[in-house]
């Protein structure tokens, strides 16, 4: 916010506090319509304008269903964009708390799938799941069930240009879950996801 417009703002406010009126409460109106404009000229992204892409760059799982048809994308409802997190410790000095960040840590990310009528989207995540896991019980290096995830938002403007925010992770899947009920007759069956991520640095190649 410009420093004259938000001095005019306050003055204005003020006056109109006192109940007074005249050129004072003008120039208010004025300020705020010429705020409003500027404003508006910023423009907003849509939440509901993303696009997900989930690759198989290490030549994982080329017969999973997500990694084999890209379609399965677009069946994301939902989904987190997290761009980042890290650790942090505090201390005192005299009486005064303060802070400071130690390291970048990983963390997870959800995301809400419908799921097909063939079950594609939890095939998709079971045969993920055993990628990563063997059945004596043994872990398998991160490469071995490490996939690409990515998120975009969309210029609603520009629905055909490349995202204005975009980021990707390496990640594997985490946990699932289904929810049915005998009642929910009308109601599409939908699979919340939780992915980790395998590196706090966001993927770069």
Request: hydrophobic content about 35%; proline content about 3%.
């Amino acid at each position: 916010m410009r420093t004259d417009l938000l001095q005019t703002l306050v003055a204005g406010n003020n006056v109109a506090e006192r109940g007074k009126t005249g050129t004072t409460n003008s120039q208010y109106m004025q300020s705020l319509k010429l705020l409003y404009g500027e404003l508006r000229a910023h423009k907003a992204l849509l939440q509901c304008m993303y696009v997900v892409k989930i690759e198989d760059i290490f030549g994982n799982g080329p017969n999973i269903p997500w990694f084999k048809d890209k379609s399965l994308c677009y069946l994301v409802t939902e989904a987190d964009m997290s761009l980042g997190s890290a650790e942090g410790e505090s201390f005192y000095a005299g009486a005064y708390q303060a802070g400071y960040l130690t390291q970048k840590s990983s963390d997870d990310m959800d995301m809400t799938f419908i799921e097909t009528i063939n079950g594609r989207i939890a095939k998709s995540y079971i045969d993920c799941h055993k990628l990563a896991f063997n059945k004596d019980g043994t872990m398998n290096e991160s490469k071995k069930y490490a996939f690409k995830l990515s998120v975009g938002l969309i210029n609603p403007e520009k629905p055909n240009s490349e995202p204005v925010i975009t980021a990707s992770w390496l990640v594997g899947v985490k946990s699932a879950r289904l929810e049915v009920s005998s009642t929910a007759r009308s109601e599409i069956v939908k699979i919340p996801i939780t992915f980790q991520k395998l590196r706090p640095l966001m993927f770069e190649r």
